[in-house]
């Protein structure tokens, strides 16, 4: 039997063509880890059927995944809302970051773990906030809406503590990485955190907060892509599968109210 050899050439070239077609595949998508992180962990071996390779780059903080996208380090990320997205392009002059689906809400709790109803909050208490502008601006709606403060204005999402008209229990302020909120619970009177790092503090929102965001909450949770690669296949693909009945399933049995799907 005659074995037909294939020149190195053309078999080189042939098996270039597959690594390229393979390396176009590969989607790497920044993320914070909970529960961010988990959606696109249940979703991979979907993907992994449509030919998209999801590889999911976890971060701790909220810099980092936006400034990866904006220098092109990752395709895109999975944490974020609007507000804050609005905020990071005007402080970081990146205008090439764009929304592709809503996929969550996260709705943004106040915690205690010395009183139990916003009454028994006392004069002078210390409240611990995140101090990026649009969580920050977050919290202290959320405080309006519960009585603690007043605002000049309760749908300005980019309040400040410049805008606070009324605190009438004198109420002190500490602004802080919102990353590290769980971990001084224990040092103020109450704290707003942000779901993400509540779930990773192993505190439910829905159980175990003082006073919750509703669910017409503004703030979903976005896939963010660029304006180079939003149209492409494989972002399309993982907004469409962010986006289905299993996903929503998912997070309502898995997070239990913590998480609401906005689709």
Do not use: C
């Not at 990146?94 to 689906?101: K, W």
């Not at 942000?194 to 976005?222: G, R, W």
């Not at 309502?252 to 799907?261: D, H, M, N, R, S």
């Amino acid at each position: 039997m005659k074995i037909k050899l294939i020149p190195a050439l053309i078999l080189g070239a042939a098996l270039g063509f597959t690594a390229a077609a393979h390396a176009a595949d590969k989607l790497v998508i920044a993320a914070t880890p909970v529960p961010h992180a988990e959606i696109l962990e249940h979703i991979k071996p979907a993907l992994a059927k449509e030919g998209i390779d999801l590889q999911i780059k976890v971060f701790t903080d909220y810099v980092q995944p936006a400034a990866q996208t904006n220098e092109k380090q990752v395709d895109g990320n999975f944490f974020l809302h609007q507000p804050y997205l609005d905020q990071f392009k005007k402080s970081h002059k990146n205008d090439i970051e764009v929304p592709v689906t809503k996929v969550h809400v996260e709705p943004f709790a106040a915690y205690s773990l010395k009183y139990k109803k916003v009454a028994d909050i006392p004069d002078g208490a210390t409240i611990a906030i995140p101090n990026d502008p649009s969580n920050s601006g977050r919290a202290l709606l959320l405080l309006a809406r519960n009585g603690l403060i007043k605002l000049k204005d309760t749908s300005n999402i980019s309040s400040t503590q410049k805008d606070i008209t009324e605190n009438p229990k004198k109420l002190k302020f500490r602004a802080l990485e919102a990353a590290t909120l769980p971990r001084v619970l224990n040092q103020v009177d109450v704290a707003l955190i942000n779901t993400n790092y509540a779930l990773e503090a192993k505190l439910n929102p829905v159980k175990d907060s003082l006073f919750i965001e509703d669910a017409n909450s503004p703030y979903a949770n976005l896939l963010v892509a660029r304006e180079d690669n939003k149209d492409s296949a494989a972002i399309k693909k993982l907004a469409a599968a962010l986006n289905t009945a299993d996903v929503k399933k998912f997070i309502e049995e898995k997070y239990q109210g913590a998480v609401v799907p906005a689709f």
